[in-house]
C-alpha cells in the first residue's frame, strides 16, 4: 500500500512578493510576478489542502512585515498552512495559532532555546513543528548563516519527547537547485525518531514525488516543493494528481 504522503507547495515571501533562492543565498534570489494570495489561490483551486509558507523577512530579522498578506491567505482559503520564518517568542506562536495557522514552525529559536522548544510544545500541542537546515550533519541557523557544532541527530536525541508535531528537514546543499533531494540521508535520520519528517530542499520532478512515495516508510509524512514549481518543471496540474 502506498503510503499517504502530504505534498506542500511552498510560498516564500519578501517584501510582500512571491520569490526563491539558490542555497538561502539572497544575493541568488528570483521574484515571481504572481502574488503570494494569488499563488496560495492557485494552490487551493488546484485541490492541495496544506501549504508551507515562510517569512523570509522575518527569517532575516525575526518579527516581520508579511504576516498580513499570510493572515489574508488563511482567512481566505480553507488551507492548512504551516508557517515559518523569525518565530522566536511564544507570544509570536500564539499569534499564529490564533490566527488559524495549522502548524507554526520554529527553526533558530528552537535550537537555540530548547526551553522555548518544550514550553511552545506543551503549550500547543500538536502545532509545533521544527525546522532543521542541516549541511554535512550539522544545523545551521539564522537563514544558514551561522553554522553551529550541534548534529542534527545528537539535536533530535535531546528533544524527541517534548511533542514536536514534525520536523521540516532541509539539506541545505540541495535547496533551490533542483538537483534532486537528499532521500537517503532524511530516511536515515527520520528512522530513527518517532516525530515525522517532512523532506524539503532540491525536488526537481514528478519523479522525485514519486519515489519518496514509493520509499513506504512511515516516518516520512510529506514533502515541500517550491522553486520546481515557480520555474515551470512541475506543472501544478501534474502535482495535484499526487496528492
Known amino acids: 500500500m502506498e503510503n499517504i504522503m502530504i505534498i506542500f507547495p511552498a510560498i516564500d515571501i519578501k517584501d510582500g512578493k512571491c520569490v526563491r533562492l539558490i542555497r538561502g543565498d539572497f544575493n541568488q534570489m528570483t521574484s515571481y510576478e504572481k502574488s503570494p494570495f494569488d499563488q496560495a489561490k492557485i494552490y487551493f483551486q488546484s485541490g492541495f489542502n496544506n501549504i508551507h509558507i515562510v517569512d523570509l523577512d522575518g527569517a532575516l530579522q525575526g518579527g516581520s512585515s508579511n504576516s498580513n498578506i499570510v493572515k489574508e491567505i488563511i482567512k481566505n482559503f480553507k488551507l492548512k498552512i504551516q508557517i515559518g520564518g523569525g518565530i522566536r517568542t511564544i507570544d509570536d506562536i500564539d499569534s499564529w495559532v490564533k490566527s488559524g495557522a495549522d502548524k507554526v514552525i520554529i527553526g533558530t529559536a528552537a535550537v537555540e532555546n530548547k526551553n522555548l522548544l518544550k514550553t511552545a510544545c506543551e503549550k500547543f500541542k500538536n502545532k509545533i513543528a521544527i525546522s532543521l537546515d ?38 541545505i546543499d540541495k535547496d533551490g537547485t533542483k538537483k534532486g533531494p537528499n532521500i537517503k540521508d532524511t530516511v536515515e535520520l527520520s528512522s530513527k525518531f518517532k516525530i515525522p519528517f517532512i523532506i524539503s530542499g532540491g525536488i526537481s520532478s514528478i519523479e522525485d514525488i514519486k519515489r519518496i512515495k514509493s520509499l513506504n516508510n512511515s516516518n516520512i509524512e510529506g514533502v515541500i516543493v517550491g522553486k520546481s514549481i515557480y520555474d515551470g518543471d512541475i506543472k501544478i496540474s501534474e502535482l495535484a494528481k499526487e496528492i
Do not use: H, P
Not at 141 to 151: F, H, M, R, V, Y
Not at 161 to 169: A, L, Q
Open 134 to 171: 542541516v549541511r554535512d550533519g550539522f544545523i545551521f541557523l539564522s537563514g544558514w548563516k551561522k553554522q553551529t557544532n550541534i548534529l542534527a541527530s545528537d539535536f533530535l536525541k535531546e528533544v524527541q519527547n517534548f511533542g514536536i508535531s514534525r520536523i521540516i528537514y532541509t539539506d
